[in-house]
């Protein structure tokens, strides 16, 4: 066990606050004001995580807070007293959330033993709008219009794995698809080329939250919120206006800058990946490799 004074955990309780903040403030301002955002919304509407959540830090397993100040992590029923201060109560987290840390674990470990498979160009976002009324973000105009939209999509080959972009596509578009995803082949299917995928990290990290160390958790946020400009940049959606430059997956010059951008950012998700899989390795032995789920305690952070 690593035992931090209380000068030390506190100082990096404060640097996660502020780092975080950079994010959560003007989340807060645009509520505020009652303003939407097409790219960053998604980051607190689809994801789940609260902003009042991501700015709680938390030292992850193996970690003692030494000091009176640690005490009010006491509060929170994943802490416990232990030798020399407070400390996340491993063994019962990992009781707690067996069925979650399980499959978190089957599914990264499934996603990094594969190489990533490019070449899909963002066209997840297309079909969500193929030759439908409605489009999501009905605020911002579709750069090339219905039909050149609608054209781009039959001109290409859809081919996205990633099933919770694809229960998105549009009736019209899902038979286009080389896949037919379902959530029971998720684990078949992820690979870690996939935007989404590496979006996703940052799912995993707060599904496992307070286990998570917080650093981490901002991490995955961090890339999540960069792959998610890219992913918007490549839709064919026209948001020149907010400083986002078109990738015009329509064209080759297009195709070959996304395809660049996506390698880059597998690559940047592996070590996340990794350590990811490092915490779960680590709760699926604290849990004893028991099934058996003791009565629920409610563990939430």
């Known amino acids: 066990m690593e035992v931090l004074s209380e000068v030390e955990w506190t100082a990096r309780r404060a ?29 607190w509407s689809y994801y789940s995580h609260r902003p009042s959540r991501m700015e ?26 232990v030798p020399g201060g407070v400390a996340l109560d491993v063994a019962g987290f990992a ?38 009324d409605r489009v999501r973000h009905e605020a911002w105009p579709l750069r090339l219009g219905a039909r050149g939209t609608d054209a781009v999509v039959e001109a290409q080959r859809v081919r996205c794995s990633h099933f919770d ?9 899902r038979p286009l ?8 082949e998720q684990v078949r299917l992820e690979q870690p080329g996939c935007l989404h995928v590496s979006m996703d990290l940052f799912k995993w990290s707060y599904k496992l939250d307070p286990a998570t160390p917080s650093e981490l958790l ?29 990738i015009r997956i329509e064209t080759a010059e297009g ?26 390795t680590a709760l699926l032995a604290a849990s004893d490799n028991t099934a058996t789920l003791r009565p629920s305690t409610g563990f939430t952070c």
Do not use: I
């Open 56 to 81: 709680r830090w938390h030292p992850g397993p193996g970690v003692v807070l030494a000091g009176d100040a640690a005490e009010e992590y006491l509060r929170w029923p994943a802490y416990r007293r």
């Open 177 to 184: 698809n080389t896949l037919q995803p379902t959530r029971e």
């Open 218 to 246: 901002a991490d995955c946020f961090d890339l999540a919120l960069r792959v998610r400009e890219l992913d918007m940049r490549a839709s064919p959606y026209d948001l020149s206006a907010l400083g986002y430059r078109p």
């Open 15 to 43: 640097a996660h606050a502020a780092r975080v903040r950079a994010w959560t403030g003007p989340h807060h301002e645009r509520r505020a004001r009652g303003e939407k955002h097409p790219v960053l919304d998604f980051l």
């Open 95 to 132: 009781r707690e959330r067996a069925s979650t840390v399980a499959f978190v674990h089957r599914l990264l470990a499934a996603t990094a033993s594969r190489r990533p498979r490019l070449g899909c160009f963002g066209l997840h976002e297309w079909a969500m709008v193929y030759r439908s």
């Open 165 to 173: 972009a694809f229960r998105f596509f549009t009736p019209e578009a």
């Open 255 to 280: 195709r070959a800058e996304y395809v660049e951008r996506q390698a880059a950012f597998a690559a940047e998700a592996a070590p996340l990946r990794a350590a990811l899989l490092d915490l779960t």
